[in-house]
């Protein structure tokens, strides 16, 4: 497998967000999201995002291409920043979220995804980055934020429902500076 391309999300790449994270919605407990989002549910919020400063990347894989000018390549994932607390002022903290498509997964592209978006982040100055996992099927997600540099900081047991489960959340969090 070549190495995947990270970028900046395009307008264009919302399709193939939209996929991936329905997915995740209706087969999955990584994410209390009960509604899968739309293209242009991603758009708003990319759109937000880019307002706020924040990043929003995808991983692309081309096969056979050195670069993503050679030829296109396909959506395999895709990770964003937000804030931690939106009601806070300072907002030196923001929250990662980080999907992949079944395909990509232990291919190192989480890995490569999640790493840019630190470095993004820490280059904009924000101080800490939380991830916040579901306590159930979030092994491979809380190996990679550990490998990553995040500890774990808490629990929080049964705070909302899923698929008629009682979930809770793992918070991780990583000083970016």
């Known amino acids: ?7 900046d999300a395009q307008t ?6 939209a996929t991936i994270m329905e997915h ?19 758009q708003v919020r990319m759109e937000r995002m880019r307002e706020d400063g924040l990043p929003f990347l995808v991983a692309e ?8 000018d050679e030829a296109p390549g396909e959506i395999v994932g895709f990770a964003y920043a937000d804030w931690w607390r939106p009601k806070s002022e300072h907002r030196i903290t923001v929250e990662d979220s980080i999907y992949l498509s079944p395909a990509a997964a232990g291919r190192g ?20 980055m939380i991830g916040v996992l579901t306590d159930e099927e979030s092994e491979a997600s809380f190996a990679l934020h550990t490998k990553l540099g995040f500890r ?18 793992y918070l991780l969090q990583r000083p970016l500076r």
């Open 152 to 169: 774990p900081v808490g629990h929080l047991p049964q705070v909302d429902v899923k698929h008629g489960r009682t979930l809770g959340t």
């Open 24 to 42: 995740y919605v209706l087969s999955t407990l990584a994410t209390f999201t009960h509604r899968a989002p739309t293209a242009a549910d991603w």
């Open 1 to 7: 497998m070549t190495e995947p391309i990270i970028r």
């Open 109 to 128: 592209v989480g890995t490569a995804l999640l790493s840019a978006l630190i470095e993004r982040c820490a280059e904009a100055g924000h101080q800490q």
């Open 12 to 17: 264009a790449d919302l399709d193939a967000a």
């Open 61 to 68: 894989l081309h096969p056979e291409a050195e670069s993503a």
